[in-house]
Nanobody
Framework: VQLQASGGGTVQTGGSLRLSCTAS????????LGWYRQAPGNQRELVAV???????RYNYSVKGRFTISRDNDANTVHLEMNNMMPEDTAVYYC?????????????????WGKGTQVTVSS
């Protein structure tokens, strides 16, 4: 499985960014696509994930500000990040899993793409 992410960059507080990720390879049974992040000195954490069947999971800190969407035919997932805050600054990783979405928070996804830096300036 290969995960190719795009987007990211630097934005001011209150601004918006969009991340996209396309999966390729042996992905016909892939279930979950989504995003994790890791800020300096912090553990990696789930941001938002989306199952093939349409279920989503969000980190409580981004609910109402971030929206994840998915195109199953294109094997692509997008993350719209609005009203961004300095606490959103982190390296964001596109991730994928073949497991049920209910297992993702306790057991991180099997596949990880290269991270992309997101910086929110105050």
């Amino acid at each position: 499985v290969q995960l190719q992410a795009s987007g990211g960059g630097t934005v001011q507080t209150g601004g918006s960014l969009r991340l996209s990720c396309t999966a390729s390879g042996k992905i016909w049974d892939m279930n979950v696509l989504g995003w994790y992040r890791q800020a300096p000195g912090n553990q990696r954490e789930l941001v938002a994930v989306f199952s093939r069947g349409g279920s989503t999971r969000y980190n409580y800190s981004v609910k109402g500000r971030f929206t994840i969407s998915r195109d199953n035919d294109a094997n692509t997932v997008h993350l719209e990040m609005n009203n961004m805050m300095p606490e959103d600054t982190a390296v964001y990783y596109c991730t994928s899993s073949f497991r049920p979405i209910t297992t993702i928070e306790s057991n991180p996804p099997e596949y990880w793409g290269k991270g992309t830096q997101v910086t929110v300036s105050s």
